[in-house]
């Protein structure tokens, strides 16, 4: 009797299902049910694929061996991790995703039984596999690197363009020579191999400051492709759908983040945000007004409206709870609350929001940056807290600024402006911020943490 | 000319087809997705691509018991991948859980 129609047929059950799940996790209200979904579809093709019936010695072993292992790591790391180093842990796991397509091309060029005719799809879907997998997972590695400041964020390589085109041409190159030699060359193979490593690195080096989530996002959707590569070494669907329902959603979703920034992808991967200066400035007079805390709680206490802006400086100053406490506070004296998240607030579009819901605040609380924008004329006090770049004005007006053309929270439109801010440095993009001169604006300077908790303290007492 | 035809056999048209219309799907699924949930949306796809597991348990049962090379690569394999499913999974979870937190409070 032959299962192998049986097999297809669960497997489709199981990619269903990774569909039914990955819609819902698209929609705010059915995305946890939605998870839960595409790791059910996991879990049962995962199983199918220890149950089809298949050639070889099985090695049940081995595979519950590393499977327990990777598992295991897999739960405690995301068990452990903080909130705060998402963006970090995703471009992790996802280099681990591109190292497995990575290492089954490798291996699947070993099992190529003699006399394989080289110019085939066989050795093509192997070339394909090990070259998407070693980007991913080089080019994941280095995201990682300048998420967590291992890398320096400007680190690039010389003349990243013409170093890109050339190792991207001698990857087709190596492809071409192994496919028109008469049997495998192993040692062409390991060349392009690492080549192929060399590329990932070559290719997200010169990308940095604010666009790193488009990379992530980006290398997301390699892996998906990667993963569909090896799918077409065995011929197995649900590898191949599951991957391509990832690298295209990961195109999409990319494609929304470089819209939410005003910016093409192009622009993002070829031109060069993080490493650049900044603008020539503005003329306006560089005078900064400080406040300070007492006279801040007043003022806080008599107005009507206050519209917290946060960034990713109050998420590393683990301030998100205080900063909820003194709404609460306020609140309580009758003031209006709420929060204002830019698109690319955090480290990765929606990080904020996470990031927020993790110290109970309310989502309803949350407003998305047309409607902040809509409200800040009538908001008597914006407080800016660790955000810079989102919130820095000369994206609107500075045509010299590497952010212009990015939307902002234009918090100037409200009737007063304090920025938290540890010291004058510029921000993640490392651009200068006339937001910090203006009329409107006071400055309030030290640690988010300790300046909030002063405040709460002066805000009870006043 | 004859190359290009026995790469096209049967069998790679089928894929070919799956391919292209897998990919259309992929995009329609998404959507308009809230800013709300890109980071999470970006980190159950990652898992999702984790699938590759597969590919590496294949790789395990189809191999030789004394093909250490081949056994070695894919216990790696499959460990790494593994990493990437359960934690994915695991870490989306975590997220989408804060967000329950305050519905059921409102």
């Known amino acids: 009797m032959d299962y192998s129609n049986i097999i297809d047929l669960l497997y489709l059950v199981s990619i269903i299902v990774f569909i039914i ?72 796991f996802n280099g681990l995703g591109g190292a497995c397509a ?43 690197g300048k998420l967590n400041g291992s890398l320096r964020d400007n680190f690039t390589l010389p003349a990243p363009q013409i170093i890109n085109i050339a190792s991207l041409l001698g990857v087709i190159a190596l492809s071409v020579m192994i496919m028109t030699q008469p049997e495998l060359n192993m040692a062409l193979v390991y060349a392009l191999l690492g080549l192929s490593l060399f590329y990932g690195i070559a290719f997200v080096t010169p990308i940095g400051g604010g666009d790193m989530p488009v990379v992530i996002s980006l290398l997301n959707s390699v892996t998906g492709i990667g993963a569909t590569g090896a799918g077409l070494i065995y011929g197995n669907n649900i590898m191949i759908i599951g991957g ?5 959603s990961g195109i999409i979703l990319t494609v929304m983040m470089c819209e ?28 900064v007004k400080e406040v300070n805390v007492s006279d801040l709680a007043i003022q806080l206490k008599y107005a009507d409206k206050v519209t917290i802006v946060p960034g990713y400086g109050l998420a590393v100053a683990q301030a998100q709870h205080i900063c909820h406490e003194i709404e609460n506070a306020l609140e309580d004296e009758g003031v209006e609350v709420r929060y204002a998240i830019h698109p690319v607030a955090g480290r990765m579009p929606g990080h904020m929001n996470v990031l927020l819901a993790e110290s109970d605040v309310s ?55 304090v920025v938290f801010k540890r010291g004058m440095s510029t921000g993640y993009a490392g651009v200068q911020n006339p937001l910090f001169f203006g009329d409107k604006t006071k400055m309030l300077f030290g640690d988010a943490k300790a300046s909030l908790g002063k405040l709460k303290d002066e805000i009870a007492n006043a | 000319m004859e190359q290009i035809i026995n790469f096209l056999d049967d069998n790679t048209l089928a894929m070919l087809s799956l391919l292209v219309l897998s990919s259309f799907l992929g995009m329609e699924i998404i959507g308009k997705v ?73």
């Open chain 1, 260 to 287: 939410a920034m005003n910016r093409s992808l192009v622009n993002v991967l070829v031109g060069n945000l993080g490493a650049s200066g900044g603008g020539s400035g503005s003329d306006r007079e560089e005078i």
């Open chain 1, 363 to 417: 989502y309803d609380k949350l407003l998305e940056l047309e409607p902040a924008n809509d409200s800040f004329p009538s908001t008597d006090v914006v407080l800016v807290i660790g955000a810079n770049d989102v919130v820095n004005p000369s994206a609107k007006d500075d045509t010299s600024s590497p952010i212009y053309g990015m939307p902002i929270l234009d918090v100037e439109m409200a009737k007063n402006v």
């Open chain 1, 244 to 248: 391509i329902l990832v690298g295209a």
């Open chain 2, 34 to 106: 809230p800013t709300v949930l890109h980071t999470p949306l970006m980190s159950g796809a990652n898992a999702i691509s984790g699938v590759v597991v597969i590919g590496a348990i294949i790789l395990i049962r189809r191999a030789d018991a004394t093909d250490y090379l081949t056994l070695v690569l894919g216990f790696i394999g499959i460990a790494l991948a593994m990493i990437n499913v359960v934690g994915g999974f695991a870490v989306t979870n975590r997220m989408l859980d804060m967000f329950k937190k305050k519905e059921r409070k409102n």
């Open chain 1, 21 to 92: 799940g990955l819609k819902g996790l698209s929609h705010p209200e059915s995305a946890r049910k939605g998870n839960q979904v595409a790791a059910l579809g996991m879990g049962m093709a995962i199983v199918i694929s220890l149950f089809a019936p298949e050639t070889g010695d099985n090695n049940y072993l081995w595979i519950i061996g590393a499977m327990l292992v990777g598992g295991g790591i897999g739960l405690t790391s995301a068990k452990k991790v903080a909130m705060t180093k998402m963006p970090e842990m995703v471009s992790l």
């Open chain 1, 102 to 144: 990575m290492l089954i091309g490798i291996a699947e060029f070993g099992n190529l039984p003699a006399g394989t005719e080289m110019m085939s799809g066989a050795v093509l879907t192997n070339i394909f596999a090990m070259f998407v997998g070693a980007v991913s997972l080089t080019g994941s590695l280095v995201a990682y």
